[in-house]
Structures are given as C-alpha cells and as structure tokens.
C-alpha cells in the first residue's frame, strides 16, 4: 500500500499566480482533508471533501478552492497567490463511517506534503 | 485565544529521561485526544489517540486526558534520540474519518545522546 501521496513535493511560485495540489488518498479511503502548515506551527484545517462535494471548510478564503475525483483523489487550487501562503501543504485521507460516541477513530493519514513557496 | 495551545520549545533532554509534553483547550465538547509524530519534511503520523478521559499506555508512551482541567499530557519513558521529532497533540468532535482535527502549534524535542 503506497498511503497518502501528493505533488509536486515542493514549487515556487510568484505572487499573484495561480497553483494546483493534487493528492492520492490511502487505498480504500474515501474523505481527503486539506490542511495548511506554516513554518513552526500546527497544521490548520482548509476543508474536506467526501463524495465528490466539500463536506466542510475551515477559515480560509474563496481563493482557496478544491476538487475530489470519482477515484477519491482530490486538488486543492489557490488563486491569487499572496507571500502568506507559504507553507507546507498536507494532505490526510479517512474512511467515513458513522462511529460518533462508540470510541473508535478514524485515522487520518498524512502524506508527506507540498512545499509552496510564494516570491 | 487559539483553540488549543502547545509550548511549542524546543525541548532539549538526554537519552533515556522521562519526557512530558501537554496542551490545553477551551472546547469542553472535544471528544478524542490525538497525538501525533512529525518527522522533519515528513507528515504527521498518528501515535495515538484517547476517547474522553482517562490515561492509554502504549510501549514507551502514555497519554493522558484531563477533560475538567481541559488538559492533555504524553509522557514518553526511557526516550531516545530517534525519538527527536516535533509531537502535535490534536483533537476533534468525534470520529476522524468525519472531522476536521484542530492541531497545537507543537512541541519541537530533541533526545541528545
């Protein structure tokens, strides 16, 4: 099982441009999450997809947009792009199943990341 | 105020010390404690993960949650330097596979021989 992959590993964009992600989840897992890891900080969540639609989005603005694919890999696309937006990029897949109160966790995997860059 | 909060060091300890790292957070309605391992340009990787209160063991590791004093600890025994890596502590509503995780800035260690 190769787990979560992602590319590029890492590109340099200049501000203003625009950038793609894109993201293989684990083998037989179906929920891709995004997240944004700063320099020096924890990962913040960008949003989640699950059947094809964004199941949930965390405090990030429009220019950051993102896809899934009938084979559960997902891209996530950021407009506009702004010095802020360097960082370290992360990908996590899951398996959805309703286990809310039984104690059981889901695991989301991480790959191993996409460092941006922004000049 | 940020969700949860982690001294993000560096914590610099020598081979075989007991190491303690904690976070806390204002969300009484967080339901799993997760911690996790990020290797340098690697991704987090899950070393475990705690349901409500209470303490889990795993080998050299052992979690704790405190959900009164909203506080979580991860002690890691007899630690080594492969052990150096920075330790997220992370946590949600419910289940991960349907759930946004809320990180802590993490905890940079550094086991020195």
């Known amino acids: 099982d190769a787990g979560v992959t992602q590319s590029p590993t890492h590109l340099i964009k200049t501000r203003g441009q625009q950038v793609t992600l894109r993201c293989s989840p684990k083998?037989?897992?179906?929920?891709v999450s995004w997240y944004q890891q700063a320099l020096g900080q924890g990962p913040q969540f960008i949003f989640q997809?699950?059947?094809?639609?964004?199941?949930q989005r965390g405090n990030f603005p429009d220019r950051f947009s993102g896809h899934q694919f009938p084979n559960y890999s997902s891209e996530l696309n950021v407009n506009a792009l702004l010095l802020g937006d360097s960082a370290l990029y992360l990908c996590?897949?899951?398996?959805?199943?309703?286990?809310?109160?039984?104690?059981?966790?889901?695991?989301?995997?991480f790959g191993p990341g996409t460092r941006l860059t922004v000049l | 105020q940020k969700e949860v909060e982690q001294d993000p060091g560096p914590l610099s300890v020598p081979e075989g010390a007991i190491v303690s790292l904690n976070c806390t957070y204002s969300?009484?309605?967080?339901?799993?404690f997760m911690w996790y391992r990020q290797y340098s340009r690697k991704g987090p990787e899950l070393l475990m993960y705690?349901?409500?209160?209470g303490n889990k063991e795993d080998g050299r590791f052992t979690a704790q949650v405190d959900k009164s004093s909203k506080y979580i600890s991860l002690f890691i025994r007899d630690s080594q330097p492969s052990d150096s890596a920075t330790y997220l502590c992370?946590?949600?509503?419910?289940?991960?596979?349907?759930?946004?995780?809320?990180f802590g800035a993490g905890t940079r260690l550094a086991v020195h021989p």
């Open positions: 992370a946590m949600s509503l419910f289940s991960g596979g349907y759930n946004k995780l809320i």
């Open positions: 705690t349901y409500s209160s």
């Open positions: 997809y699950y059947e094809e639609e964004e199941r």
């Open positions: 969300n009484s309605a967080f339901q799993y």
């Open positions: 083998s037989g897992h179906d929920t």
């Open positions: 996590a897949s899951s398996l959805t199943q309703i286990t809310a109160g039984t104690g059981v966790y889901n695991e989301q995997f």
